[in-house]
C-alpha cells in the first residue's frame, strides 16, 4: 500500500526544523505539533509552493487563500533554489529536512530567506546549534 504524500511548503521545512511549541494561537500550535510529530515517520512529501497542511490553521489563511502570498512563496522559492530542488517534487522529509539543514542552516543563508519573519528570533536562538 502506497503512502499518501504530505504536501508541505518548501519554508516549512526551516519552520519544523526549529518548531518549539508556539504559534500564532493555540489551535495552530497544537496543529503545528501533530505535524511535527508526524514527521518523525518520515513521511513523504510533495513540496509546494501554495498552500499546504501547516497552512490550514494559519490566520494569514482566508476563504484558502494566504493573505500573505507573495512575501511567502518568496521564501518558498529561495528554499527550493538553495536545496537544488523544483517545485512537486516528491521526496522524503529525512532527505527534505537534511537537505535544508545542509544548503541553508548550516550553510548561514536562512536570514537571507525568511530573516524579515515575524518569527526569526526563535530561528536565530536555535540555528546556533547547527552552527557549531
Known amino acids: 500500500m502506497v503512502k499518501e504524500r504530505i504536501e508541505l511548503r518548501a519554508h516549512h521545512g526551516m ?6 511549541g508556539k ?15 508526524t514527521m518523525k515517520d518520515n513521511p513523504e512529501l510533495k513540496v509546494v ?3 499546504d497542511i501547516i497552512c490550514q490553521k494559519c490566520p494569514n489563511l482566508h476563504k484558502g487563500y494566504c493573505k500573505t502570498k507573495e512575501l511567502v512563496q518568496g521564501y518558498d522559492r529561495r528554499v527550493l533554489s538553495h536545496c537544488g530542488l523544483k517545485e512537486n517534487v516528491e521526496i522524503s522529509w529525512e532527505k527534505f529536512s ?5 544548503n541553508i542552516i548550516v550553510s548561514g543563508k536562512r536570514k537571507s ?11 536565530e536562538s536555535k540555528e546556533r546549534i547547527f552552527l557549531k
Not at 15 to 20: A, H, S, W
Not at 23 to 37: A, L, N, R, V
Open 49 to 51: 509552493i501554495k498552500e
Open 98 to 102: 537534511n537537505l535544508v539543514i545542509e
Open 23 to 37: 504559534g500564532y494561537s493555540k489551535g495552530f500550535t497544537e496543529h503545528m505539533q501533530s505535524i511535527y510529530d
Open 113 to 123: 530567506i525568511c530573516g524579515n519573519c515575524q518569527w526569526t528570533k526563535i530561528c
Open 15 to 20: 519552520c519544523l526544523t526549529f518548531f518549539e
